[in-house]
């Protein structure tokens, strides 16, 4: 690569083969018993848990490094119910039939419907906006590249480091999500990726037998 300002790459921990399988292993397991959740106690979640989280998702790698993403956290009731209608108000219709069957026939077994209530519950929504443009700079407003991946790459550090901290989450996607752009005050450049709920599970939380099946490795990789 071609000299630019540098500092020494970020010294591992130096471990044996046994060492470096043990940690995968843990982590593997670990993310193993994260469930997308629905139904939520109203506990309190103090905000630096959050903080943190999201400060972890900030860490994540990025087109040109330009890092385009915002997290509009959302914690107030009245918020947190307009969320809730506008949403309810586009999932009567994904579910009336605008989904299509084939689509409604694949969300059957997780049983879903219109019913957002844990938007009310939840203490913390984090609503996921991709910047079309940006750069790393307070007022920059240059093009952001692989914005979708990008973003999709810090969800996952997102998810990960809220479950760590014995959370439980629900990827929510509403369709259209335009509504999570007006309602969060954030500008057209912005695309809405996706809603995170978080907080503490319900006392008689459940999943859906059907969520906890995953495709073994030999059908997820191939090996060349």
């Keep these: 690569m071609k000299p630019v300002p540098?500092?020494?790459?970020t010294q591992l921990p130096d471990l044996t083969?046994?060492?470096?399988?043990?940690?995968?292993?843990?982590?593997?397991?670990?993310?193993?018993?994260?469930?997308?959740?629905?139904?939520?106690?109203?506990?309190?979640?103090?905000?630096?848990?959050i903080?943190?989280?999201?400060?972890?998702?900030?860490?994540?790698?990025?087109?040109?490094?330009?890092?385009?993403?915002?997290?509009a956290v959302v914690s107030t009731p009245e918020f947190k119910h307009r969320i809730r209608l506008a949403a309810?108000?586009?999932?009567?219709?994904f579910y009336a039939g605008k989904a299509g069957q084939e689509w409604l026939d694949a969300l059957a077994p997780l049983g879903t419907d219109e019913d957002k209530s844990y938007l009310d519950t939840a203490p913390w929504h984090i609503v996921v906006f991709g910047q079309r443009r940006g750069g790393i700079e307070p007022g920059d407003d240059?093009?952001?590249?692989?914005?979708?991946?990008s973003v999709g790459i810090a969800c996952g550090f997102l998810l990960a480091a809220l479950?760590?901290?014995?959370?439980?989450?629900?990827?929510?996607?509403?369709?259209?999500?335009?509504?999570?752009?007006?309602?969060?005050?954030?500008?057209?450049?912005?695309?809405?990726?996706?809603?995170?709920?978080?907080?503490?599970?319900?006392?008689?939380?459940?999943?859906?037998?059907?969520?906890l099946r995953k495709k073994p490795l030999e059908q997820i990789s191939s090996w060349h």
């Design 6 to 9: 540098s500092l020494p790459y």
């Design 17 to 49: 083969d046994a060492e470096r399988i043990a940690r995968a292993r843990a982590f593997r397991e670990e993310m193993a018993t994260r469930r997308s959740c629905r139904m939520f106690s109203d506990e309190p979640v103090p905000r630096e848990v």
């Design 51 to 71: 903080e943190e989280a999201i400060l972890a998702a900030g860490t994540a790698p990025s087109g040109a490094n330009h890092q385009p993403w915002h997290f």
């Design 88 to 93: 309810e108000n586009e999932e009567r219709t």
């Design 142 to 149: 240059k093009t952001n590249y692989y914005v979708t991946e």
């Design 163 to 211: 479950h760590g901290a014995s959370l439980a989450t629900l990827t929510h996607t509403p369709s259209p999500m335009g509504f999570l752009r007006d309602i969060c005050g954030r500008p057209k450049t912005e695309k809405p990726l996706m809603v995170i709920v978080v907080g503490v599970p319900a006392a008689d939380a459940v999943a859906p037998l059907h969520a």
